[in-house]
């Protein structure tokens, strides 16, 4: 059974950076083609793709936010951590991360989802 | 970098079919067979229901159904019921650069 869960800040200032960590459980970066990937989505708004790390220390990002994000992992304490900086009003919005993978080198979809957490970015 | 296109809407009566179509380029949808597709119910997160075109996860009834011609992604929801009602956004790999689109999303309505 994998699960997800998103903690962070719920409220950040404009130019400030924000922190989330994604704990999971069920899956661990020791075995290949295991990933994370964060994802947001705006109130009312749609989905949006951010970021993704796989087991091996490969990372993706959205090629629009590259310059402000980075994701890490922590393979001994199962955590993804995604640190977004000069962070925006228009960064508001419900951050999620998944499981993904994969499978002979074939990326399944996002699978496992978070419940989410939503970070209003306040001036 | 650009979302993948899906209409705003669609609507059913239950019972009826519903198909939501999600189109981009040839960098994208056009470009390889990693589509997948997902269903987000009011608050809460979103649930994979497609991936790799037209398969489908352990637990997803066969009512969901997906397929791909050149550049468009389909999801066909067959005998729709009121618990179908929900958002759908699709997704698709578009290589090394983009690596992930999502679309903009559709809102499915049973009548």
């Known amino acids: 059974q994998i699960t997800l869960k998103e903690s962070g800040p719920t409220l950040v200032k404009s130019t400030q950076s924000l922190t989330l960590t994604c704990s999971f459980d069920g899956f661990s970066f020791r075995t290949n083609g295991a990933g994370v990937a964060w994802i947001r989505q705006p109130p009312g708004g749609a989905l949006e793709w951010l970021a993704l790390?796989?087991?091996?220390?490969?990372?993706r990002y959205s090629p629009s936010l590259k310059s402000r994000l980075t994701i890490t992992k922590d393979t001994s304490k199962n955590e993804v951590v995604l640190t977004m900086t000069n962070m925006d009003s228009v960064d508001t919005a419900t951050y999620f991360c998944?499981?993904?993978?994969?499978?002979?080198?074939?990326?399944?979809?996002?699978?496992?989802w978070g419940q989410g957490t939503l970070v209003t970015v306040s001036s | 970098q650009s979302a993948l296109t899906q209409p705003p809407s669609a609507s059913g009566s239950p019972g009826q079919s519903v198909t939501i179509s999600c189109t981009g380029t040839s960098s994208d949808v056009g470009g390889y067979n990693y589509v997948s597709w997902y269903q987000q119910h009011p608050g809460k997160a979103p649930k994979l229901i497609i991936y790799?075109?037209?398969k489908r996860p352990s637990g997803v009834p066969d009512r969901f159904s997906g397929s791909k011609s050149v550049y468009t992604a389909s999801l066909t929801v067959s005998g729709l019921q009121a618990e179908d009602e929900a958002d759908y956004y699709c997704?698709?790999?578009?290589?090394?650069?983009?690596?992930?689109?999502f679309g903009t999303g559709t809102k499915v309505t049973v009548l």
């Open positions: 790799e075109v037209s």
């Open positions: 997704s698709s790999y578009a290589g090394a650069n983009n690596y992930y689109l």
């Open positions: 998944t499981h993904h993978r994969l499978v002979a080198s074939r990326p399944w979809g996002f699978d496992f």
């Open positions: 790390i796989y087991w091996d220390d490969d990372k």
